[in-house]
């Protein structure tokens, strides 16, 4: 669209405020809502916000930034008939001066994006996002409380909690994201939405706007949503699959009916590279200490970096499906990454790949667990980081994944991420209460 046509639909949809929608580079949604009297200096890209106070932009002093629109992702947020009408449409941040931003992650995405197209690749992907609904104290405050005792896929009898999925998956079809499917998960309170396959770029902008939508459809009914990947012990927690393939020339890359597995030296390579820089980008993919109580054994999440078509809980899944469908599942992430980092960091380690023809060994079957560990050396089977602090580690070891975030990204999250850590390491949590204070 452009920005007249933009302006035409605003106006005959009586919007109420247009909101630019952008990320930080911990993947915290911001928006800046303009009215309409502003909408087409809004559209013409000469919005301005204090970077200062986003974290990760430029803290050290004021700084102002431009929001320029990307017209192809403008959506209505709203259905007719509510009081107030709003539209949301995606920026990349620039810098006062028009030149692109190093710090904004979705044009670090597009960075990477770009090199793949100049190696004739265009990147699909489908997410498969998890997440608990959960009661509000009546102060308004969250709890870990749930609505329900159903389990996967159950026909539940209605409650606030299916309510408030359907409502959401309603309120996404309006703003324009195709939803799959749509279902309970393992854990009591949580659900699963799954999204129809589309360019990397748009999928990452469809997942942030996921993210907003949720938020407010929840709180409508007095629930709140948490993308925190292990909010209850004892339960499963909530993972981001990110159903990904490459096409070239308008055919699916990884598929080749004469290879092993039906799958193309492309393919094979492309997991090579997701399994070799599995711990480096663990940081982008996996981003809060709580990321890795999910991770841990007996439960539907990876620990190893393994590929396999059977296997229950591998770093990267081939769906049985071939042809046009087939493509390759990361299973590590969770719903609190950054979309755009997680994107570019898992493209570009694909890239490289494919460059470098990575051989991603034989897929693995067997029970990992059940496997010794001379086994797992046999195989060259790295185990994922056990924590935040082995996470950033691993990323400061990790060439590849650092030229994907760029220098300022880069820098900025392992600060931002070593001071989170620091502030864990520092505090008394209940468990250490619980087994010590009595006993010594």
């Not at 405020?17 to 580079?25: P, T």
Request: proline residues 6%.
């Amino acid at each position: 669209m452009t920005p007249a046509e933009i302006l035409k639909v605003l106006r005959k949809e009586q919007v109420t405020f247009l909101r630019l929608q952008f990320s930080d580079i911990l993947g915290a949604i911001k928006t800046v809502e303009v009215p309409s009297s502003k909408w087409e200096k809004a559209l013409d890209g000469q919005t301005l916000f204090d970077g200062s106070s986003i974290e990760g932009f430029i803290r050290e002093k004021e700084q102002d930034m431009l929001l320029k629109p990307d017209y192809d992702t403008f959506q209505m947020l709203s259905s007719k008939g509510e009081e107030s009408r709003a539209a949301r449409i995606v920026c990349d941040v620039h810098n006062a001066d028009g030149t692109p931003f190093e710090g904004c992650p979705r044009l670090a995405l597009k960075r990477v994006l770009q090199e793949a197209e100049r190696q004739g690749f265009r990147m699909m992907v489908g997410f498969e996002v998890e997440f608990f609904l959960f009661q509000r104290r009546p102060d308004g405050e969250p709890t870990t409380r749930t609505e329900d005792a159903a389990g996967y896929f159950d026909l539940s009898p209605i409650d606030r909690g299916e309510a408030a999925r359907r409502d959401l998956v309603l309120a996404l079809e309006q703003a324009g994201v195709e939803v799959e499917a749509a279902h309970h998960e393992v854990a009591h309170g949580q659900h699963e939405v799954d999204f129809r396959h589309t360019e990397a770029r748009r999928a990452a902008d469809n997942l942030c706007t996921f993210r907003f939508l949720a938020r407010n459809t929840a709180l409508k009914l007095g629930l709140h949503v948490t993308f925190m990947p292990k909010p209850i012990w004892g339960q499963e927690g909530s993972g981001l699959h990110i159903h990904q393939s490459l096409s070239r020339d308008g055919k699916n890359a990884f598929y080749d009916p004469s290879g092993s597995n039906e799958l193309s030296p492309v393919a094979l390579g492309y997991i090579g590279g997701l399994l070799r820089h599995a711990r480096g980008m663990a940081l982008v993919t996996n981003p809060l200490i709580n990321s890795y109580k999910r991770l841990v054994q007996g439960y539907e999440a990876p620990t190893h970096a393994v590929w396999s078509e059977h296997n229950v809980n591998p770093l990267v899944r081939i769906p049985a499906r071939r042809g046009p469908s087939t493509r390759a599942e990361l299973r590590m992430p969770d719903p609190s990454c950054n979309p755009y980092l997680a994107l570019a960091c898992i493209l570009k380690a694909g890239l490289e790949g494919i460059r470098k023809k990575m051989d991603p060994g034989p897929p693995i079957s067997k029970n990992l667990f059940r496997m010794s560990h001379r086994e797992q050396r046999r195989f060259k089977i790295d185990e994922l980081p056990g924590d935040l602090r082995e996470a950033i580690t691993f990323l400061k070891k990790d060439d590849c994944i650092q030229e994907a975030l760029g220098k300022h990204i880069y820098q900025h999250l392992v600060e931002a991420k070593h001071r989170e850590w620091r502030q864990y390491i520092q505090q008394v949590h209940p468990w250490e209460l619980d087994h010590y204070l009595r006993n010594y």
